[in-house]
């Protein structure tokens, strides 16, 4: 063979019987660093998440054979008290294949991918389209009587996107300079609200289009280039939509609402055959242990949500930190470290539908916060309401857990730790990640971020950080799209962050003192005390 | 309807009877100003050349309605002995569907699309891949014996991207300031000879797979992001080769290739359900007129191939070019202009090719060269070889040919044009653009460029130039690829190019003075009269 990945499998079966390298003499930083470099398997195990598994829809059978495979390389290397910690989901959802073709007024075919939760087709529908664009609920009145029977396009065309800014980068000094400036924390009941709103909306649109006797319905992709994500935010599991939904390639969709302008409308044949998993609905978050030597002295956790979307593979979103995770419990087990604290490694499951792997640890072992009475809202997925439910009660795990490390942003290099307001914790952060700043880790920002799993963490009061990595192209072509694939992984960036993971989690764990910790959260007094409620809200 | 194309479709309704507003006392260049931003036809000429016909390879069903639908326009619009004026070329191809599925070790529909100019798959193939890397035909004995019955990935995998310059961009003053530079013209037969190489070795590893039984082949897509274009430079017509041939998205490639390296390589059913077209082999040159009022003063002409490739819908190239030049030409029939020399406006075909349109008009109007006498040479396209034979013996109609101007750099606007090392026309070229200086064309560059329709033109000594257009993603992400669509044209850039084209045809025709000429081309002498061969070539 005469390419590069030849080499990288012959290096995998020399380095398969892993023997670690036991020179009582070499600080166990130094021996870290070699297992990370010359002995690194997180490239091979991202490329099982991603090729070989491939996207890991909470429930779909793919999502079930990464959590058995996941525990088995734990098992394989070593950790302690593998398990699949259960919560309550439902069903799960998963594409056997899909197609989408205009025949009319001529043949091609279209870029597109069923839309996440929604039901299959049955066979191949064959229909005239309209380009029935709805935003709110007011918008249906002018559709009403026209849609029976068609494919119906649901968005607005838009217009094809002049991309000025590069597509991959990384952080230069002034970028990471700025992450230093403090950022006073906004909690905003009414962006909730905002968003609350357009999930009801789906599910109206849905229930409209059902009524009105249309066969399915497209919506574009947001992004053009041909992306595809598929990802489907508005379906809570149990509230299966009526109708299939496909996310098409926005060149793809603004070429049908162009045509439909002409005399003859054109005709899609679509075809979506998904499957749903009734025969579990439970979903399990995968946890592995390096038991400490002082039970007294708590735990420290490293996690990252192993769960994807449906486009691609599922690779720097989140295979990258899934890899990482147990690229470092891979090193520590290897090197035999014995650690005053327990670490603990976590593969979240359902971070995609709403952070509910996450939240189920949190409920389960660090604090609860009370059971909602409005019946709507208990409705509403727990990403939306969760954090509206005051007061929070510690739970006896709460002060056990002194120290969680979330990574979830990509392929990038780490390139410092965002202390999430917790400002106190900042010194002694600054102290671990110093040895690396030769790696590019210099910065720890006061600021604080969402979005991924140390969220409610942070919202109950644990010492829950998520670290700064260099974006690449993450945000602007691969998250969530059909391009997130083993392709666009970094091997450099992926071993330079499980060598920095597994050394702060070892200094976490052999810390004399915890981390300081915030008080715990109770509910916010509002930004403005005397401020009324702008018009329209 | 909500939307912004209902409002543009409105527009073409009042304005198809298009009446010329006559006004002898305005300026004819305001009218043109005029008709070219107030009652522009641009975007409907380039919707229905991509969106309703689509791609538009020579001699395929598509380029055929394509050649009576402009000649239908022109008609329309008023010009003069609109024809198709025709050459040997031979037959046609096209894609009526294809597809591509790995089937196991999982089930993934895979973003493949024919290599133009290969022959159809027998219904659909299975087969397991072999991933064997060829460059060269020193590399096919490695490969014997283990290609039969597979289908063979025939690119190196290569790595992802890493997009550091943006993908949209306007020459600012500085890129226009740098063309400005003169360089000597440098014509090597060392390149043209390196390209003759790759041409023969595609058809000697055509004949190697199928020596070896290999089923067919696919390579990797030369740009990833999931594009693809489907471009077969190397097949020339009349040489169909003996497989089916495949190009795959880099993304999905490199995912077969790391699986071939596992236990069980990956099978594909590919299908490639593609059509050669033998009704007629001539090919065909759209030429209109508008006559000029003395026949002894020649003629200008503007020209821009409608050809593509099968990738997308063949929008910026050069549906975009072919809609300016009509528009043109709409706009100066339309307000009755009567210049003193022949205003002929050209659709050329085959340019995708190998220029193979543009050099049958210069062979058949401007210039002759003698033919090949190395039977070897005579068999390769004239793209390789009508550089190489001397002498030019201009034609009688070489000299009514006072200025030929050709667009096909993208939808980008219009920033200046390339004098092609006619220095001595670049005040005339300056004084015609002036007028247009707000408008963003600024620049005469001295500079000679190669790739389109005027090359053979320069070649033979007729004063043919190309136009500076702002770049937009045309390089980045458009060129030949699947996102080439009416998506990625701007509006306002190719009223801009019709409007300046349309003034700088009517400036050239009423012009005192033909441009001045350079000589006829002969023989160049070598860069280093003193130079050796180097090793190996």
Partial sequence: MRFRLAAAIAAIALAAPAIAQKAPDTPVQNRIIDQALNHSEVMQTAAHLTDSIGGRMTNSP??????????????????????????????????????????????INLRAIPVAWTPPTDGTVSAQIVVAPMKEAEDFAQWRGKLSGKIVLVSHPGAGSEPERPAFRRLTSEDLAKLGDYEQPAFSETEIAKQLKQAAFEEQRDAFLKQEGALAWVRISPRDGGLLHGTGYSYQVGRTPALSGMEMAAEDYRRLARLALTATPPTLAI???VRFHDEDTKAYNILADLPGSDPRAGYVMAGAHLDSWVAGDGAQDNAAGSAVVMEAARILATLGVHPKRTIRFALWNGEEQALLGSIAYVEKYLASRPELTDPAQAALSPYYTWRLRWPVTPKPGHRDLTAYFNIDNGSGKLRGIYA????????????????????????????????????????????????????????????????????????????????????????????DEPLPRMPVPARPAPADPFEYAKPGE
Avoid: C
Wanted: glycine residues 6%; negative net charge.
């Fill in 271 to 273: 075809s979506s055959d």
């Fill in 62 to 107: 793919q999502m079930r054979e990464a959590e058995r495979w996941t525990q088995q390389r734990f098992r394989d290397w070593g950790l302690s008290n593998v398990r699949a910690d259960p919560f309550e989901f439902g069903r799960g959802w998963s594409i056997v294949s899909s197609s989408a073709v205009m025949t009319a007024p001529r043949r």
């Fill in 420 to 511: 999430e307001g917790n400002v106190a914790a900042m010194p002694t952060l600054r102290e671990w990640i110093a040895p690396f700043a030769g790696m590019g880790v210099t910065t720890v920002s006061p600021q604080p971020t969402e979005g991924t799993d140390h969220l409610f963490m942070s919202a109950v009061g644990i010492p829950a950080f998520q670290f700064i990595q260099d974006p690449l192209d993450y945000g602007s072509r691969i998250h969530h799209t059909n391009l997130d694939t083993y392709d666009h992984l970094k091997a450099e960036d992926l071993r330079q962050a499980a060598l920095v993971l597994a050394s702060l989690l070892l200094k976490a764990a052999n810390a």
